[in-house]
């Protein structure tokens, strides 16, 4: 059986993806420059996006494939019933099957493409949501801080 392979865009945009999460993961708890991870957010936001462009490529090839086997089904049952080489429709859908088997493979293979990288782009959404909660947690903290110290100065 044929083992289901990501495209190399994809396999690329998920190692991106990865890295910055690690990198991002690999920080000491107390760390506060903002500027750094607005930068990690802005990374991993456009890998995000390309990724999901890639999800729009998989869901266009699952359909392509699906109305292609579908139609190609009904046309060969058609002629198998019309040709009088079998007489049961029920015959006729499995032959046609048979027939189609390598249509639905592709089919199947970019299914779980298209399903495998949606997953992956919810958990990427997650962390850039921690990582924008963490931003504005550090903004609050810092306009805090300077508000305490403009006011110890008498300002």
């Not at 499995?94 to 949606?118: N, P």
Request: proline share 1%.
């Amino acid at each position: 059986m044929e083992k289901f392979k990501l495209s190399t865009e994809i396999e690329d945009l998920l190692k991106r993806s990865s890295d910055i999460i690690i990198g991002i993961e690999n920080l000491p708890p107390d760390f506060a420059d903002i500027q750094r991870l607005i930068k990690a957010q802005t990374m991993l936001s456009t890998v995000s996006y390309h990724l999901s462009t890639c999800l729009a490529k998989e869901k266009r090839e699952v359909d392509s494939y699906a109305f292609l086997r579908k139609y190609r089904e009904s046309t060969i049952v058609n002629e198998l019933l019309e040709s009088g080489e079998v007489k049961s429709i029920s015959r006729a859908e499995y032959k046609a099957k048979e027939r189609l088997y390598d249509i639905e493979v592709k089919e199947k293979h970019h299914e779980s493409c298209y399903s495998s990288t949606k997953l992956v782009i919810g958990q990427i959404n997650a962390v850039l949501d921690g990582l924008a909660q963490r931003i504005s947690y550090l903004k609050q903290e810092k306009s805090l801080s300077n508000f305490i110290s403009n006011e110890g100065m008498g300002n």
